[in-house]
């Protein structure tokens, strides 16, 4: 069964610090997805990457960064979280550039920043 | 532009009720649409898509019809169950976002016995 895997589902965390959310898919996919889901405003692209090393921005990539290393892994990270950053972080991934591809998702992680 | 617009929930049913979830878009060309499930306390996966126009998409007794002329995706079911309680996020993807998907706010279901 294919798989995305999201390394925390629950993380609280301080104003300030620094917030590592991992990404692992097991499908050899060549694109990978970090979105935010707040209630009202669906699902907000952050970044996404399409390759090891690639990046690139989506709709709101203020406050936020990513790292690919490995083409199965794929980081997001908040380099002095906000309140405002509190939200459910979803991970997701997609194989080629055919425009019938899917995305599959992980669980998500429900980050609260104090 | 590419956007997305579902109606807003939230939507209460009762079991066996016959369903409907309108999304309408707007994209140039042609998109290719889908419908999304989110059960709660799990992500989202797919539950159907179609990508040309009059294509039905179904998947465990849903199902929704690419109409070009109407810009239209609206989600059907003809008997729902308690288990189809989740928020439902429709979706497009064309040639000319690139890798971008764009969804819809999504609809909240709550299906009552």
């Known amino acids: 069964d294919v798989k995305v895997t999201q390394s925390s589902r629950y993380l609280v965390k301080r104003t300030g610090e620094k917030v590592f959310l991992e990404c692992v898919q097991d499908?050899?996919?060549?694109?990978m997805f970090w979105y935010r889901q707040d209630p009202g405003l669906g699902l907000r692209l952050i970044y996404f990457?399409?390759?090891?090393?690639?990046?690139e921005k989506g709709d709101i990539p203020e406050g936020y960064s990513v790292s690919r290393e490995k083409k199965e892994r794929f980081s997001l990270i908040l380099e002095s979280a906000s309140t405002n950053q509190t939200s459910m972080y979803l991970c997701?991934?997609?194989?080629?550039?055919?425009?019938?591809?899917?995305?599959?998702f992980g669980e998500g992680s429900r980050l609260t920043v104090l | 532009g590419n956007s997305v617009t579902q109606m807003e929930g939230p939507v209460t049913l009762s079991e066996e009720a016959f369903l409907t979830i309108n999304c309408t878009y707007t994209?140039?060309?042609?998109?290719?649409l889908f419908w999304y499930v989110q059960y709660p306390g799990e992500g989202l996966q797919l539950l159907l898509k179609a990508t040309k126009a009059d294509d039905k998409g179904s998947n465990k007794g849903f199902e929704a019809t690419y109409r070009k002329e109407t810009t239209s995706f609206h989600l059907e079911k003809g008997s729902v169950q308690v288990s189809d309680s989740a928020v439902y996020f429709c979706?497009?993807?064309?040639?000319?976002?690139?890798?971008?998907?764009?969804f819809g706010t999504g609809t909240s279901l709550t299906v009552i016995p």
């Open positions: 994209a140039t060309g042609y998109p290719s």
């Open positions: 990457s399409y390759d090891v090393k690639m990046k």
């Open positions: 997701a991934s997609r194989k080629g550039q055919g425009i019938a591809g899917e995305l599959f």
């Open positions: 499908m050899d996919h060549e694109n």
């Open positions: 979706a497009l993807r064309n040639a000319n976002t690139g890798n971008q998907f764009y």
